[in-house]
């Protein structure tokens, strides 16, 4: 019997239609549109506007146009994974709500938190069932309605995330495409510098906690993007040795989009043109868990079956990593 490797068969997307320019964030804060730009590289972000729609409705669309797209029946699926760091709620894993509502009837389904690296962690999780035989289809979503733990006061975050989702389908492959290499890490020192205080069983909800706005996110950001930085930019480095990579071999870094300079110091640290670097931020800012799939949905057409594709994320904890994949199909 032919090695399974697990490799993604389809991919699909969503991004709520309200746009927040930065011209209109120069309205609510003390910043302005060269600012942010030359800082980021955002020009825009998507806000899901609906108060009674949380992320499981991202999460939903993004699901439906990959299965509308594939011609799947989702009652083929065996498993949802949903990355995200907004829920629905606590205690009801909002991937066993949208397994339902999308059909998969015969699946199980979780949710994964890794914060911005979630979506990177599911593909490992998502990769290693399929490994094993032991399932045949897996769908993958990484989806966050950021604006709901954003305060649109605070010019440190309110410039940086944005809302949306996207998904892809791991399936069996005996071609040796697909999943070959991770390199994942996480560092505990990462809790004090990203992070929502109030929430948890460490703080709960009071009266007190809300005035204080301790739940919304907090960030130090130059902390956050020196070890943002030097990690992405490490494990990339190190991903591409181990596999004995050149530089000539990548033909695609797929990087968590967080930040523009982010991107181009893990790009230079790994010695790929600026041409084989994909990168959407300035359409959608940091939408969390959803950046690496709304790469591979924008851009899904320029990918070739074998193509080598490095994909790096930084995120809250800290968590971070990298993952090396080979695409293994052309789209039609």
């Not at 929502?196 to 902390?223: N, R």
Request: glycine share 8%; with cysteine; aromatic share 10%.
């Amino acid at each position: 019997m032919n090695t399974i490797t697990a490799a993604i068969t389809a991919v699909g997307a969503y991004v709520p239609d309200f746009v927040l320019s930065n011209q209109v964030l120069e309205t609510l804060v003390d910043t302005n549109d060269e600012w942010i730009t030359s800082r980021t590289g955002i020009k825009e972000r998507r806000m899901l506007k609906d108060d009674s729609k949380g992320t499981s409705y991202l999460a939903i669309k993004a699901a439906e146009d990959l299965i509308a797209k594939s011609n799947i029946d989702p009652a083929e699926i065996d498993l949802v994974l949903l990355g995200t760091t907004t829920p629905d709620m606590p205690v009801a894993a909002t991937a066993v709500y949208v397994a339902s509502q999308i059909g998969a009837v015969n699946a199980f389904a979780y949710d994964l938190q890794a914060a911005c690296s979630s979506f990177l962690f599911g593909m490992s999780t998502a990769s290693a069932y399929i490994e094993s035989g032991r399932y045949k289809k897996i769908l993958l979503i990484g989806a966050d309605k950021m604006s709901s733990i954003i305060d649109y006061t605070d010019r440190a975050t309110c410039i940086i995330f944005g809302d949306g989702a996207g998904a892809v389908l791991f399936e069996p492959n005996y071609e040796g495409l697909g999943f070959q290499n991770e390199i994942l890490r996480s560092d505990g020192i990462g809790r004090e510098f990203l992070k929502i205080d109030a929430g948890g069983s460490l703080l709960p909800a009071t009266h007190e906690t809300v005035d204080k706005k301790q739940h919304y996110v907090f960030q130090d950001g130059k902390t956050v993007f020196k070890y943002a930085v030097s990690g992405m930019a490490d494990v990339s480095e190190k991903i591409m040795q181990r596999n004995n990579l050149k530089q000539e071999d990548v033909n695609w870094l797929i990087a968590h989009q967080a930040n523009k300079r982010i991107i181009d110091a893990t790009a230079n640290r790994m010695g790929v043109d600026e041409s084989k670097v994909l990168v959407n931020i300035q359409k959608y800012g940091n939408t969390t868990s959803a950046t690496l799939p709304l790469l591979l949905n924008d851009f899904e057409k320029q990918f070739k079956k074998g193509d080598n594709l490095i994909f790096a994320a930084f995120g809250g904890g800290f968590t971070w990593g990298s993952i090396y994949m080979k695409w293994a199909y052309d789209k039609q």
